[in-house]
């Protein structure tokens, strides 16, 4: 049995050798092929050696899960789950800090908490979700006379406090991928009749949000915005703001796609969205 272990573990590493002395000549005449060869190392290579992964989660209802009906508490015990399941994973450690209602201002206030400086120095992702109402504040501060502006305006104010959390979590753990999720559009059928171009409006928050997170490495933008376009019946909860189990479960599906496109040290089997 001991040298049925050993030969494979042989056959492994002569792969990975094999592959990265030929990286450059395969990546040129066929880029395709190389990805999907990549692609099936990782496996390999993550199925031979599961590991732990510790992940914190932050922001505001979204988070928290408000919304859910099922009462499982939203996407994240949802993504915890999902990742449970893997082959790749032996264990799943999550310490979820959503709060309902918070704003960029009071997500700042939740990071000089010390004990969530702790988990986050210990983290291997660590997964946020704010915006949503600091969109809703600046529509009702300019409610009689809803224009772009007031959005652009806010805008500018969110990306300034999404540079201070990214600095914090930084520095307290340089190493952990950071996974910013952008916000969707329920808002359409709420604010159409003032400002038409809701939608134009979303994009362009989420555009500038995505600018930023990209100066920084190891720190990603993950859309939403398509998940829900369209879907509002049917993903939204009751108040047409909020997800509804569906879907959280589909947010779930997003963030654990965007956790096996960028973390190379594994691989992450992931289902098809609900329609």
Same mark, same amino acid.
């Given at each position: ?26 990546? @040129? +005449? ?5 990805? *999907?060869?990549?692609? /099936? %190392?990782? &496996? ?6 599961? !590991? ?57 206030d ?20 704010i915006?949503? @109402? +600091? ?5 009702? *501060?300019?409610?009689? /006379? %809803?224009? &772009? ?6 805008? !500018? ?15 307290y ?37 995505e ?6 490495g ?20 009751? +108040? ?36």
């Amino acid at each position: 049995m001991f040298r049925l272990v050993l030969l494979l573990l042989v056959a492994v590493t002569t792969l990975i050798v094999y592959d990265s002395t030929h990286t450059n000549h395969v990546m @040129n +005449d066929h880029p395709l092929i190389e990805k *999907e060869r990549y692609s /099936q %190392l990782k &496996t390999i290579q993550s199925s031979f050696f599961p !590991k732990d992964i510790r992940i914190v989660t932050l922001g505001d209802s979204l988070t928290s899960g408000y919304g859910d009906q099922s009462g499982n508490g939203g996407y994240v015990p949802v993504l915890k789950s999902m990742l449970s399941d893997q082959r790749s994973i032996e264990n799943v450690d999550v310490k979820n800090y959503g709060i309902g209602g918070i704003y960029s201002t009071q997500l700042i206030d939740v990071l000089n908490k010390s004990y969530v400086q702790e988990s986050i120095k210990n983290a291997d992702y660590v997964i946020i979700t704010i915006g949503g @109402n +600091d969109v809703i504040k600046a529509a009702q *501060e300019h409610f009689l /006379q %809803l224009t &772009t502006e007031a959005f652009e305006e806010e805008n !500018k104010e969110f990306t300034r406090k999404v540079n201070i959390m990214i600095h914090k979590i930084k520095f307290y753990n340089p190493n952990a991928k950071i996974f910013f999720v952008g916000i969707y559009n329920p808002f359409a059928s709420l604010f159409s009749s003032y400002v038409p171009e809701i939608d134009q409006i979303i994009a362009t928050w989420n555009e500038g949000t995505e600018q930023e997170l990209s100066k920084y490495g190891n720190t990603y933008f993950i859309p939403l915005f398509d998940i829900f376009r369209g879907k509002e019946k049917e993903f939204l909860y009751d +108040d047409f703001i909020h997800p509804n189990e569906r879907g959280y479960k589909n947010i779930a599906f997003r963030v654990l796609t965007y956790l096996d496109h960028y973390d190379e040290s594994t691989t992450y089997v992931v289902g098809e969205y609900e329609e």
